[in-house]
């Protein structure tokens, strides 16, 4: 089994002694119960991480790690790949989220399409992204990962179309299964650069929101013959790419 992964500030030169403490110490000493002996890692999730000991557990949340490792450096992605995600009903935000997360997705931008059921208004919204956030960094600590993806700020079509206009690949899933498109599985993508992906809300992408990403430069593709749920095609969308651009070899 893989060493379990811990979120810190800052990582401390390479022999140092580490003291695990706070809501990450409370889980490493009280749910995930380490014992000494055992290995862990640290890691600030901006791709910086080193391995380490426990040498001790005290009380209820203090882990005393040890041995600490180089402090090593995960190379940052290429192709990057950014899944810009309507906001669905619920807690199926949290659930793409999640899902992407432990994937492989790089950027979340979370999106108020014209259909969206869901609003993200005042306090409600700014509880509803830091909930976004925190799922994707215990997401991020639950799949191993180092590097945890970004979420970005609540974004208007307008702000949508401007990422795709720069992205080297954009794209927009269309809901429709009998879509003629072109399906992303067999589509040309870019080597390296930036991949941007745009997943609608249960009730699709409005036509003049496609009108604008289209002239943004994002074409229409679609993922298969069954139609998934928005919560669902970004994880389904971003395995495909893994895989299609050697990230997964």
Not at 46 to 56: L, S
Not at 154 to 173: C, E, I, M, P, T
Request: charged fraction near 25%; include cysteine.
């Amino acid at each position: 089994m893989t060493a379990p992964v811990f979120v810190v500030d800052e990582l401390v030169p390479h022999g140092s002694t580490y003291l695990l403490e706070g809501p990450e110490g409370r889980h490493a000493v009280s749910v995930k119960r380490l014992q000494p002996g055992e290995a862990v890692v640290l890691t600030d999730g901006r791709g910086h991480w080193a391995e380490g000991v426990v040498e001790a557990a005290e009380g209820k949340d203090r882990l005393v790690v040890g041995g600490l490792a180089e402090v090593r450096e995960e190379p940052v992605p290429n192709p990057r790949i950014t899944v810009v995600q309507a906001l669905p009903k619920g807690d199926r935000g949290e659930l793409a989220v999640e899902t992407m997360t432990e994937t492989g997705v790089d950027a979340i931008v979370p999106w108020s399409a014209a259909r969206c059921i869901t609003q993200w208004k005042g306090e409600r919204g700014a509880k509803a992204l830091a909930k976004w956030r925190a799922t994707a960094r215990e997401a991020g600590k639950q799949s191993r990962r180092t590097r945890f993806p970004e979420v970005a700020e609540l974004a208007s079509g307008k702000q949508v179309a401007a990422l795709l206009a720069r992205a080297d690949f954009a794209a927009v899933l269309h809901e429709d299964r009998d879509f003629p498109g072109e399906a992303l599985a067999t589509c040309e993508l870019p080597p390296s650069g930036e991949i941007v992906l745009v997943v609608g809300p249960e009730g699709g992408v409005a036509p003049q929101e496609l009108e604008l990403f289209a002239q943004a430069g994002a074409g229409a593709y679609r993922l298969g013959r069954s139609v998934l749920r928005t919560s669902t095609a970004g994880t389904a969308a971003v395995a495909l790419l893994l895989g299609r651009t050697g990230r997964w070899s």
